[in-house]
């Protein structure tokens, strides 16, 4: 694979080593790095059946980020996807879906409903009748940064609202909940619970185990999977350091002449809030205005790095026959220094680097006959060129080189195993004396255990900050939504060993409480419930329409 892309290695740093200096502008240019254009006639995939035009899917990649936006008040680039967990390719993928559907069931959109979904969303809360001129200013300044027209905001907005019919019909099931119906699911969800828990832990067995004859090397010989050292590999590798290039970066920021503008522009284009300090406070303006020229004066360090890195790259190819000692040869050559990593696997990565992704795949790939990376592998903190030292194939290392590691598995397994005997023993006895009309505390005097009175809770707690660590919330609900006041769960593993509920008594929700909170109870259950129904339709849109493009995932699949 590295040979065919070596042998047209020149002209690929000198793509890399050409967009130095356009990447800066690109920057501060909210569509320049989300392939906005439309681009020729052609297709980009498919949609029951038919091709997706180019302006078909840059439309529908429009509308996704212009949700973003809309959402969370700034464009989706990389910082803000990252922050937010947004998938541009499955955004549009889902537009492309609704769209279709928008257009399939004949959904029309008048005037008013356009009206009324630019009122509530550019209203401010503090001035009522401000959405007028609100939105007027968001034409006016803020579409034209993103290269969008008002006509095609307008489209946008005409499909939001359709999505809005669309989720009332397809999530119809979901408004049919009952108050009845919400009254029961209310008294479920907010009943207050006292408990107790008798927890059995592995570090109360810890000095009861035992280490007879032969009974570490048998463990050892169990777990042989678990203690075999995967295939490893040790690299040589150069650095190219940004911060070694960051006068360089200044430099080049100051020619460009509109500068303050353009970081003027990146900040307006963002939210405030975005701009924090160390202490979590919002930054003044002027403050994080510094923060985005610091931020953009590193992006075009790393990028001279990377410029720096391709012409030792292209030496580097030159170099016949490609051998891992040329990197050494030209680094002493060009005054950098090589340095060896210590053995990695794939799943490790290389310790003390932070080093991409495409780090470990590359050296994986590395062979004798073809040892060196064929591209710069950038990173966080430099840009990397590496070779092949040497392959580390998979081993088991002999019980006496990694003992202490093993005997401190065999007494936290042992010790595990001892408090879940114990805890099924507490268990049996306890199932039995409750049957026989005996009482909880009592039953634990006998079996010489102490429970653990959990703090008051409902199936709707969200957070119990005094809750014992050793137990989990959402498994403690579980253990005891269906157990009446006088009865125990049964064996409850945990992590390090068991536990087992006993339910105490069950406040019933008070009438006045059900009264004042119903209302609003219903109201967001039938919306949840609404929502959750068009969810399961859309699933099913999706799956019946087989949208496939072939840009982004789909593209790398």
């Not at 990447?23 to 254009?37: A, D, E, H, K, L």
């Not at 007494?411 to 049996?428: G, I, M, V």
């Not at 989990?472 to 049964?490: E, H, I, N, T």
């Amino acid at each position: 694979m590295f040979a065919t892309i070596r042998k047209h290695q020149t002209w690929l740093w000198a793509v890399i080593i050409g967009a130095v200096i356009v990447s800066f502008v690109i920057y501060f240019t909210p569509t320049g790095r989300q392939g906005g254009g439309y681009g020729p006639t052609g297709s980009l995939g498919t949609i029951n059946g038919h091709p997706i035009s180019r302006k078909q899917y840059a439309e529908a990649q429009v509308e996704a980020q212009l949700t973003f936006l809309i959402r969370y008040g700034s464009w989706p680039d990389k910082v803000e996807a990252d922050k937010f967990e947004f998938n541009l390719d499955r955004e549009v993928r889902n537009r492309l879906v609704i769209l279709e559907k928008l257009k399939d069931l004949g959904i029309q959109v008048d005037e008013s409903a356009v009206a009324n979904w630019v009122i509530e969303k550019f209203t401010d809360r503090n001035r009522p009748g401000s959405a007028g001129a609100n939105y007027a200013a968001f034409v006016r300044q803020r579409l034209p940064r993103y290269g969008i027209s008002e006509a095609l905001f307008e489209r946008f907005v005409r499909h939001e609202v359709g999505i809005v019919h669309l989720v009332a019909v397809a999530g119809l099931p979901g408004q049919l909940i009952t108050p009845r119906e919400a009254q029961e699911l209310y008294r479920q969800e907010h009943e207050q619970i006292e408990a107790e828990a008798v927890l059995f832990s592995s570090t109360n067995f810890l000095a009861r185990v035992r280490v007879e004859p032969g009974a570490l090397g048998q463990f050892y010989t169990n777990r042989e999977s678990l203690y075999r050292i995967p295939d490893q590999v040790r690299v040589s590798y150069v650095r190219f350091d940004p911060t070694n290039y960051l006068a360089q970066a200044e430099a080049v920021l100051a020619k460009i002449s509109n500068l303050d503008a353009q970081i003027d522009a990146k900040y307006q284009s963002s939210r405030p809030e975005y701009y924090v300090d160390a202490e979590g406070h919002v930054m003044p303006p002027e403050l994080a205005k510094q923060r985005i020229r610091r931020e953009a004066t590193e992006g075009q360090a790393l990028l001279l790095a990377r410029k720096a890195a391709a012409l030792f790259g292209t030496a580097l190819a030159e170099v016949q026959p490609a051998k891992a000692q040329n990197l050494d040869t030209l680094a002493a050559a060009s005054n950098l220094t090589v340095k060896v990593t210590a053995p990695f696997d794939e799943y490790g990565g290389p310790a003390g680097l932070k080093a991409p992704e495409s780090f470990t795949k590359t050296a994986f790939l590395l062979t004798p006959s073809d040892p060196l990376s064929p591209t710069p592998l950038v990173g966080e903190d430099g840009v990397y060129l590496i070779a092949l030292k040497e392959r580390l194939p998979s081993r088991l290392p002999r019980l006496d080189s990694i003992r202490p590691r093993v005997l401190g598995e065999f007494y936290q397994t042992r010790a595990t195993e001892l408090a879940r005997e114990a805890a099924t023993n507490f268990a049996t006895a306890l199932t039995n004396g409750l049957a026989q009309g005996k009482h909880f505390a009592e039953l634990c005097r006998a079996q010489n255990v102490i429970p653990t009175p959990l703090p008051r809770f409902s199936l709707s707690t969200q957070s119990l900050p005094d809750l014992d660590p050793r137990l989990d919330l959402d498994r403690l609900k579980a253990a005891v939504s269906g157990l009446a006041a006088g009865k125990a769960s049964g064996l409850k593993l945990t992590r390090d060993g068991a536990t087992i509920l006993y339910v105490k008594t069950r406040i019933p929700v008070a009438d006045s409480e059900l009264a004042q909170a119903l209302p609003k109870f219903l109201t967001d259950l039938r919306d949840s419930q609404q929502f959750a129904a068009f969810n399961e339709w859309f699933r099913r849109q999706a799956e019946l329409t087989r949208v496939r493009t072939t840009t982004g995932r789909d593209q790398a699949e």
